[in-house]
């Protein structure tokens, strides 16, 4: 992980306020910067990539990232929720109950991963074709008419706390949290499943590519 590409953001001096808990208030700022700076700026039509987050404390003015490698990963040759979902299968399973951690005291804060995709509109109901194509596992909504590209961001960091940024292309984004006052529920897909593993394995500095 110490030769792996790093790159610093900066942390907004103003924090989200979407969560009561402080550290992970900080996670989610960090990651909204995070989009915005490797993502938004950057650019539309970019590959996936999968990286961790350090933060030295809730004060920190910067973000950490450190790149993991494609190849590490299969990004190269696989959809990226199939290949976090992969990378994570020989992963032990986390634990149900996982004592809180101070990021400033871990190996790393989380593991993040931003892609690319298609979506359909939120005021639409997913269609019966639709319906059954998720339910076997299959990608239909790169078929859909009105579908509509975003850029993701998925989270987890080494508590457990699930993040997701959504933007879709020409708009604001949105950030949602485990940890935010309404208990949104973010996924229980293969992303953030798999980075929950990574995460974890990350923390109890376990080897994990």
Not at 71 to 95: E, S
Not at 97 to 107: F, K, L, N
Not at 111 to 124: C, N
Not at 194 to 204: D, F, K, S, T
């Amino acid at each position: 992980m110490e030769n792996w590409e790093k790159r610093a953001v900066l942390m907004p001096a103003t924090p989200l306020g979407l969560c009561e808990d402080k550290m992970a208030d900080a996670m989610a700022t960090a990651l909204a910067a995070i989009e915005q700076r490797e993502g938004e700026r950057r650019g539309w039509d970019k590959p996936a990539r999968l990286f961790t987050v350090h933060l030295a404390g809730l004060d920190t003015r910067s973000i950490e990232l450190r790149i993991v490698p494609a190849r590490l990963w299969g990004a190269q040759v696989r959809n990226p929720a199939d290949a976090i979902g992969h990378t994570a299968q020989r992963l032990p399973a986390v634990p149900t109950a996982v004592e809180h951690r101070s990021y400033a005291d871990a190996p790393v804060a989380g593991v993040a991963a931003m892609f690319e995709g298609w979506d359909r509109p939120a005021d639409r109901k997913p269609t019966e074709y639709e319906q059954r194509s998720n339910a076997q596992g299959r990608r239909v909504n790169h078929l859909a008419p009105d579908r509509i590209e975003s850029r993701l961001v998925y989270a987890v960091d080494i508590n457990q706390v699930e993040f997701y940024v959504r933007r879709c292309r020409g708009q604001q984004p949105h950030v949602l949290s485990t940890a935010q006052r309404d208990q949104t529920t973010v996924g229980t897909g293969l992303v953030p499943l798999g980075l929950g593993r990574i995460a974890h394995a990350l923390r109890e500095g376990q080897p994990a590519f």
